[in-house]
């Protein structure tokens, strides 16, 4: 079994508790510190106390779904940057696309992502920095 060589924090944004906690057991044996927020609200207000070094992140979620997640995420300086792999069951082209239009560096299917898979990304996915194509409605001239 690998252990990180330094700690790496892994946030896992899901409203399965069940899926998450299964995700969240294989990234712990594999050496990552992970939290999990059921929403994206919830998400928001963890990342106000701690960054992560890379966000898992379903689409559908209540409150605040995944996709304006991701747009507040990237619409802040401070958190514009952490890499972000989207984990989803919908595989809609139209989500895909926005998704990964907000910088996601992934869009996985959930049913052909194992636990292992994604533990085994860890490594290169927090290493990258996120550069989404979109960014925001233009500055206004003054």
Do not use: C
């Not at 944004?13 to 998450?20: F, Q």
């Not at 106390?49 to 990237?74: A, C, N, S």
């Amino acid at each position: 079994m690998e252990h990180a060589e330094e700690e790496v924090r892994v946030l896992f944004v899901e409203d399965d508790t069940d899926l998450a906690d299964m995700y969240r057991l294989k990234l712990e044996r594999d050496g990552y510190t992970v939290q999990v927020a059921g929403d994206g609200e919830q998400a928001l207000a963890l990342l106000e106390e701690d960054l992560p070094d890379l966000i898992f992140l379903d689409v559908r979620l209540p409150r605040m779904d995944g996709l304006t997640f991701l747009e507040r995420l990237r619409a802040e300086p401070r958190t514009r940057g952490i890499p972000v792999v989207i984990v989803s069951n919908y595989s809609e082209e139209e989500l895909v696309q926005r998704g990964l239009q907000l910088g996601a560096l992934e869009y996985l299917i959930k049913s052909q992502t194992t636990p292992s898979r994604l533990a085994s990304g860890v490594p290169e996915w927090a290493r990258s920095v996120a550069v989404p194509s979109y960014q925001g409605p233009p500055e206004p001239d003054l």
